[in-house]
């Protein structure tokens, strides 16, 4: 079984819904992030979590909310859809900064 | 202003080739880290290098970290199609991985 997991895979919505994206580890670890992924642009992080109780904004987090409900669980919102929002999402987990950042498999979000 | 600069941003070469791509920034960071993404999955650590001047090597794979901790490269000998994919590099700066915006590697059979 994968150690970190993202729901859903895919999702194709329209202007103005609002999309949750779930991410869930296995690893134990402390820090979750997310990220997305657009072409030209790189891994850009949105927010990010050291523990249950601790949310950090990142490079780009306008737009977008999270919730960190155990260590286990975290999960971002995107509270009204708009189309510049599609794109791919990565859910990463972390012990320390400088080890080993593991990434789910990926959300692929299409704002319509 | 992108922190961490990549370059070449596309290379397609013939199997059996070497290659190297660089990550570049102005700024110091404390480690920096080598990933490969293939299409559909999420990065996948290949490296950390921490220390000025370190070189690390994984196989064909071999990464520097420059002396003044600015800036790294990866060589591939003898490139291979399996090495296809997305190269990222990424540093620690305030707590935070900065990743770059990749290399695409190609290589042909």
């Known amino acids: 079984d994968a150690d970190v997991t993202q729901t859903p895979r895919n999702r194709i919505t329209k202007t103005g819904k609002r999309i949750m994206l779930e991410c869930s580890q296995t690893?134990?670890?402390?820090?979750m992030y997310w990220y997305r992924q657009d072409p030209g642009l790189g891994l850009r992080l949105i927010y990010y979590?050291?523990?249950?109780?601790?949310?950090n904004k990142g490079e780009i987090s306008d737009g977008y909310s999270v919730s960190r409900q155990a260590q286990a669980k975290f999960s971002l919102s995107l509270e009204s859809a708009i189309p510049n929002q599609t794109a791919l999402y990565f859910c990463?987990?972390?012990?320390?900064?400088?080890?080993?950042?593991?990434f789910g498999p990926g959300t692929r979000l299409t704002v319509l | 202003t992108q922190l961490l600069e990549q370059s070449p941003q596309f290379l397609s070469i013939q199997e059996g080739e070497n290659l190297t791509v660089y990550c570049n920034s102005s700024?110091?960071?404390?480690?920096l880290q080598w990933y490969r993404q293939e299409p559909g999955e999420g990065p996948v650590l290949l490296v950390t290098?921490?220390?000025?001047?370190e070189v690390k090597k994984l196989k064909r794979l071999t990464f520097q970290f420059g002396d003044a901790r600015k800036d790294s490269s990866l060589h591939i000998t003898a490139a291979q199609p399996g090495d296809t994919g997305l190269y990222l590099c990424?540093?620690?700066?305030?707590?935070?991985?900065?990743f770059g915006k990749g290399t695409r590697l190609h290589i042909l059979p």
């Open positions: 990463a987990t972390g012990v320390e900064v400088t080890d080993t950042q593991y």
């Open positions: 690893k134990g670890h402390d820090r």
């Open positions: 979590s050291f523990d249950v109780k601790d949310i």
């Open positions: 700024s110091v960071f404390s480690s």
């Open positions: 290098v921490v220390t000025g001047g």
């Open positions: 990424a540093g620690d700066r305030d707590d935070k991985i900065i």
